[in-house]
T-cell receptor, first 116, second 114 residues
Framework: DTEVTQTPKHLVMGMTNKKSLKCEQH?????MYWYKQKAKKPPELMFV???????INESVPSRFSPECPNSSLLNLHLHALQPEDSALYLC???????????????FGSGTQLSVL | AQSVTQLGSHVSVSEGALVLLRCNYS??????LFWYVQYPNQGLQLLLK??????LVKGINGFEAEFKKSETSFHLTKPSAHMSDAAEYFC????????????FGQGTELSVKP
């Protein structure tokens, strides 16, 4: 199994809602990532988890709250989002998050989020 | 700080023609370089990577790229374009001391005309 599975594929939420995005991989990877991608733009790193511990937070607003319950699962909890947070949210994994990322990232297909 | 610049936000070629997507990097330390492809409504998929071994790197789907330190370039080529190559292509760089951060270029959209 070389897949990263993300659910849901599409999500529409109001600014007062609370929702969660889920990501799962069964490749034994110990590093997992959340990226945000706006239309026609490159992915922007949000968070990196290494061995289930948060290792990088790219100054993401607190309305985004990541969680790594175990080595196979990664969640992104959303609360009080703004319309400008509408984007494709991509999860990725790699064998490890070394000092230099010299290995392949496996990406999921993403969750297309719309905030009304 | 490390960065990549992709020359041309949109490239159009005819089916069977050479594909050339340009990427230049900036880094004060030896870089690791990658090309990823993104098809519509999908995540990114690794095409190839340079990690300081051979300077000519072969990837999937007939793509290859050559690392040229003197030109700080890592251009992506394919001898003969297929319709299925139409997608968004991202060049990316990572370096030691960045702790797992991958810096992406702005992307190049490749169109293939029949």
């Amino acid at each position: 199994d070389t897949e990263v599975t993300q659910t849901p594929k599409h999500l529409v939420m109001g600014m007062t809602n609370k929702k969660s995005l889920k990501c799962e991989q069964h490749m034994g990877h110990r590093a997992m990532y959340w990226y945000k991608q706006k239309a026609k733009k490159p992915p922007e790193l949000m968070f990196v988890y290494s061995y289930e511990k948060l290792s990088i937070n790219e100054s993401v607003p607190s309305r985004f709250s990541p969680e790594c319950p175990n080595s196979s699962l990664l969640n992104l909890h959303l609360h009080a989002l703004q319309p400008e947070d509408s984007a494709l949210y991509l999860c990725a994994s790699s064998q490890e998050a070394r000092q230099a990322l010299n290995e392949k990232l496996f990406f999921g297909s993403g969750t297309q989020l719309s905030v009304l | 700080a490390q960065s990549v610049t992709q020359l041309g936000s949109h490239v159009s070629v005819s089916e069977g023609a050479l594909v050339l997507l340009r990427c230049n990097y900036s880094s004060s330390v030896p870089p690791y370089l990658f090309w990823y492809v993104q098809y519509p409504n999908q995540g990114l998929q690794l095409l190839l990577k340079y990690t300081s071994a051979a300077t000519l790197v072969k990837g999937i789907n007939g793509f290859e790229a050559e690392f040229k330190k003197s030109e700080t370039s890592f251009h992506l080529t394919k001898p003969s374009a297929h319709m299925s190559d139409a997608a968004e292509y991202f060049c990316a760089v990572s370096t030691y001391n960045q702790g797992g951060k991958l810096i992406f270029g702005q992307g190049t959209e490749l169109s293939v005309k029949p």
